[in-house]
């Protein structure tokens, strides 16, 4: 006879769940069983995807609205729910964004702290908070969403590349420092990616420079995400180091085939 075991459910937090590659993240760990926390500024988007998730999905779904550039907040967040949650099996770092295109000399220096306080610090903040609970653990994932723009750089891109260079960085020494508390830490490297709100925040709203996927097929916000899950979803003794993505009609950051999408 068979016997019977209780299935360990697992949780999963990810940053910037709001839109883009986040929520399809979010959305496909609830999918597979997972219960998820998710977080980011937009509490009218979260409360839509938390109620949207636990009717479809069934699991546990908390929603954490904070700004992660503030240390303060992201403490507070993070002690809400450590009652419950004493152990975090997956951190999705994906909170992060471009602000502008411009060359060095007529940069807004305002665009350069966002980016920088986002995308670097904000990583580091939430990492503070639940690397300790997964060395408690001895156990855990970290999976940084770093970028295409974080291995090369191209022109007018300057601080977003210095970031993702930054995220690059903090995963291969994230890993030296927590291999031996048998926490993997991988990442996830995209090029341009659709169904995400990444380049009308670059542009500032403006819809028609955000038009930039109109000539080429990007990669969607569903194909980062299986490939995070696939990172997440390997055996003990497998750790993905880290995924260089990009759509077929891109061959590198200075180098996509504009002569239509794929249909
Ligand atoms: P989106 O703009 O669709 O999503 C960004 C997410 O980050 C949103 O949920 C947003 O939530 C959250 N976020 C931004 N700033 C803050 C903040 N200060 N505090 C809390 N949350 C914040 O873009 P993507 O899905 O494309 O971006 C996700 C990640 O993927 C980023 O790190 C980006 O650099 C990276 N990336 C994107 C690529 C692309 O081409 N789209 C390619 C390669 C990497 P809210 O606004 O509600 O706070
Ligand atoms: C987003 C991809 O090429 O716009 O990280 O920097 S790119």
Request: hydrophobic share 35%; charged share 25%.
């Amino acid at each position: 006879m068979k016997e019977k075991k209780d299935k360990i459910i697992k949780t999963v937090l990810v940053t910037g769940a709001t839109s883009g590659i986040g929520k399809a993240t979010a959305t496909l760990f609830a999918k597979n069983g997972y219960n998820v926390i998710m977080t980011g500024r937009r509490a009218a988007k979260l409360k839509e995807l938390k109620s949207y998730l636990t009717g479809k999905y069934g699991v546990d779904i908390v929603s954490l609205c904070f700004d992660i550039r503030n240390y303060e907040e992201v403490v507070k967040a993070v002690n809400s729910i450590k009652r419950k949650y004493k152990k975090i099996d997956v951190l999705v770092n994906n909170a992060g964004l471009a602000k502008g295109l411009s060359p060095v000399h007529e940069g807004k220096l305002e665009d350069w702290e966002t980016m920088i306080d986002t995308n670097i610090k904000g990583l580091l903040y939430i990492t503070r908070q639940i690397s300790p609970l997964m060395v408690e653990a001895n156990s855990g994932h970290i999976i940084n969403v770093c970028s295409t723009a974080g291995h090369e750089v191209y022109p007018n891109g300057n601080v977003y590349s210095a970031t993702k260079y930054a995220v690059d960085a903090l995963t291969k020494s994230m890993r030296l420092d927590l291999y031996k508390h048998n926490i993997r830490v991988s990442q996830v490297s995209p090029g341009h990616v659709e169904q995400t709100e990444f380049a009308l925040v670059r542009f500032d709203g403006d819809e028609k420079r955000a038009k930039i996927y109109d000539d080429f097929t990007p990669l969607t916000s569903k194909d980062v995400a299986d490939t995070i899950y696939y990172i997440a979803s390997r055996p003990k003794h497998v750790n993905i180091q880290d995924v260089l993505i990009m759509s077929s009609q891109q061959a590198g950051s200075n180098f996509i085939n504009r002569n239509g999408r794929i249909v």
